[in-house]
T-cell receptor, first 109, second 114 residues
């Protein structure tokens, strides 16, 4: 199975940058995903990494190091609407996708 | 509108009762999943199906069963509900189990077992 760790909470100021780290241990790695979830809503897809390196998508970027079992999600130019929970998820060799507990990001004016 | 439909959206249930949460998708996705979400624990995989006719156990399968008779439907059954099964349940789908595409989530079913 997977063991996925990410910080519980982070707070940042509007316009700033925040980096959410995720470490994982898995019996077989087959991709890492980041999802955003606003309170009371379903998660929505942000990014996918399967090879080492940085994937950039607008204000959001995601990085992966498979040898270190490490990923981060970088949120730039923070906006109030970015206040949400960010979920790191790892897929194993059987295509099961397991999620971390999530990081609640609060953006302050 | 294409997507995933879950029903019911909310339900209060007496302990010991049988309950089926319905999930239907019209995107012809092969892979489907059931998660439960509890405060502080995140999303935990209950059961999954990589393609119609096959199912597998996730992290927390005990007390739950699923079936995948066709591509579109993936019902989750609680044979005899217990209070610890109070949670928000999300159904999700993916075009293929091993693809790079996103999981599409339903809006969730909030279940309270008394």
């Amino acid at each position: 199975g997977q063991n996925i760790d990410q910080p519980t909470e982070m707070t940042a100021t509007e316009g700033a940058i925040v980096q959410i780290n995720c470490t994982y241990q898995t019996s077989g790695f087959n991709g890492l995903f980041w999802y955003q979830q606003h309170a009371g809503e379903a998660p929505t897809f942000l990014s996918y990494n399967v090879l080492d390196g940085l994937e950039e998508k607008g204000r959001f970027s995601s990085f992966l190091s498979r040898s270190k079992g490490y990923s981060y999600l970088l949120l730039k130019e923070l906006q109030m609407k970015d206040s949400a929970s960010y979920l790191c998820a790892v897929r194993d060799e059987n295509y099961k996708l397991s999620f971390g507990a999530g990081t609640t990001v609060t953006v302050r004016a | 509108i294409a997507g995933i439909t879950q029903a019911p959206t909310s339900q209060i249930l007496a302990a010991g009762r049988r309950m089926t949460l319905r999930c239907t998708q019209d995107m012809r996705h092969n892979a489907m999943y059931w998660y439960r979400q509890d405060l502080g624990l995140g999303l935990r995989l209950i059961h999954y199906s990589n393609t119609a006719g096959t199912t597998g156990k996730g992290e927390v399968p005990d007390g739950y069963s699923v079936s995948r008779a066709n591509t579109d439907d993936f019902p989750l059954t609680l044979a005899s509900a217990v209070p610890s099964q109070t949670s928000v349940y999300f159904c999700a789908s993916n075009p293929t189990a091993g693809g790079s595409g996103e999981l599409f989530f339903g809006e969730g079913s909030r279940l309270t077992v008394l």
